[in-house]
């Protein structure tokens, strides 16, 4: 009978003891912080798969919270409401983002908090939200997951293009075009010669007109020359004119004076006038004669008896 209840008690006591360690397990596992914590709230637009209750919540690799509860947003099922329960003191900033962070490679995850600068005021609870509510952020998965949604959209549009760039039709076009290419560069090579001459006279070309503008300001010399003189006459007229108005207002002694030095200098301006006529109407015959003067100049006089060989 004594064996019979030793046997009890020890039953007993191992099954206290393991009762107790497994509660002490759990409690541990749990992170349950005996301090007290505030509540956020979380809208997560992307799955959470991974994410459990008591999941650990960490502020730039530090642990300051553990998340209190999963569900759906009552007015908008495509969110997930999560909320948080955060020790005391940690500083939630307007600018705070929270992100689902992996585990290692298990799939598990827990809600990393970023961002929060000095000067920036604590987040705050807006009207109609239980709690204030931490701004959330995609994560490295749905990043990489857009990403690749991205690309393989961009490779089907690319296979598509490239499939109606290979078509029948197009493969024809190109195929033309090779057969005229070909047509076309027969014709160059059997045209060859005419197209060196071709060639040598647009060179002949370019050098004439090369000649032409290096004569050019010679020959807008002479002309600007003439307008020159022009201008001298026509000061010396306006010069002479005013003189006679003055010897008109002045009298019978301004006629005198006007006999004396006047008509001498209009008997010198008529013979420059008569001069200038001269050379406009021997420009004008040379410029009819050879109307290449005016951009190649005029031409060299025939050497004198004895220049040739000079």
């Given at each position: 009978?004594?064996?019979?209840?030793?046997?009890?008690?020890?039953?007993?006591?191992?099954?206290i003891?393991?009762?107790?360690?497994i509660?002490?397990?759990?409690?541990?596992?749990?992170?349950?912080?005996?301090?007290?914590q505030?509540?956020y709230?979380v809208y997560?637009?992307?799955?959470?798969?991974?994410?459990?209750?008591n999941a650990p919540?960490?502020y730039?690799?530090?642990?300051?919270?553990?998340v209190?509860?999963m569900a759906?947003?009552?007015?908008?099922?495509?969110?997930?409401h999560?909320?948080?329960?955060?020790?005391?003191?940690?500083p939630i900033k307007?600018?705070?983002?929270?992100?689902?962070?992996?585990?290692?490679?298990?799939?598990?995850?827990y809600?990393e908090?970023?961002g929060?600068?000095?000067d920036?005021?604590l987040?705050?609870?807006?009207?109609g939200?239980?709690?204030p509510?931490?701004?959330?952020?995609?994560?490295?998965?749905?990043?990489?997951?857009?990403?690749?949604?991205?690309s393989?959209q961009?490779?089907?549009?690319?296979a598509?293009?490239?499939?109606?760039?290979l078509s029948?039709e197009?493969?024809?076009n190109?195929q033309?075009?090779l057969?005229?290419?070909s047509?076309?560069?027969?014709?160059?090579?059997?045209?060859?010669h005419h197209l060196?001459?071709s060639?040598?006279?647009?060179?002949?070309?370019?050098?004439?007109?090369?000649?032409?503008?290096?004569?050019?300001?010679?020959?807008?010399?002479k002309?600007?020359?003439?307008l020159?003189r022009?201008?001298?006459?026509?000061?010396?007229?306006?010069?002479?004119g005013?003189?006679l108005?003055?010897?008109a207002n002045?009298?019978?002694?301004?006629?005198t004076?006007f006999?004396t030095?006047?008509l001498?200098?209009?008997?010198?301006?008529?013979g420059d006038?008569?001069?200038?006529?001269?050379?406009?109407?021997?420009?004008?015959?040379?410029?009819q004669?050879?109307?290449?003067?005016?951009?190649?100049?005029?031409?060299?006089?025939?050497?004198?008896?004895?220049?040739?060989?000079?």
């Open positions: 009978m004594e064996s019979r209840v030793s046997y009890a008690a020890v039953g007993a006591f191992v099954l003891l393991s009762t107790a360690l509660g002490l397990g759990l409690w541990l596992g749990s992170d349950v912080s005996v301090q007290n505030s509540r709230s997560f637009t992307e799955s959470v798969s991974g994410l459990y209750t919540v960490k730039h690799g530090v642990i300051v919270g553990r209190e509860q759906l947003a009552r007015q908008d099922p495509q969110r997930v999560v909320i948080l329960a955060i020790n005391e003191g940690t307007i600018d705070t983002k929270a992100k689902l962070d992996p585990q290692g490679v298990t799939g598990v995850v809600i908090l970023t929060g600068t000095k920036t005021p987040l705050t609870r807006t009207e939200e239980p709690y509510v931490i701004e959330s952020t995609p994560s490295l998965f749905s990043r990489l997951d857009e990403a690749l949604s991205d393989l961009t490779l089907n549009n690319l598509d293009q490239v499939g109606r760039l029948d197009n493969q024809r190109v033309s075009i057969s005229q290419l047509v076309f560069s027969t014709m160059l090579a059997d045209n060859s060196a001459n060639m040598a006279s647009v060179e002949t070309l370019l050098d004439a007109s090369t000649t032409a503008v290096n004569h050019l300001p010679d020959t807008l010399g002309v600007r020359e003439t020159d022009w201008d001298a006459l026509a000061d010396r007229l306006e010069n002479t005013a003189r108005e003055d010897m002045a009298g019978q002694s301004g006629l004076h006999d030095r006047t001498p200098e209009i008997d010198a301006f008529i006038l008569r001069n200038l006529a001269d050379d406009l109407s021997n420009f004008t015959h040379d410029l004669n050879n109307p290449r003067m005016l951009l190649f100049g005029s031409p060299k006089a025939a050497p004198g008896p004895g220049e040739a060989g000079r």
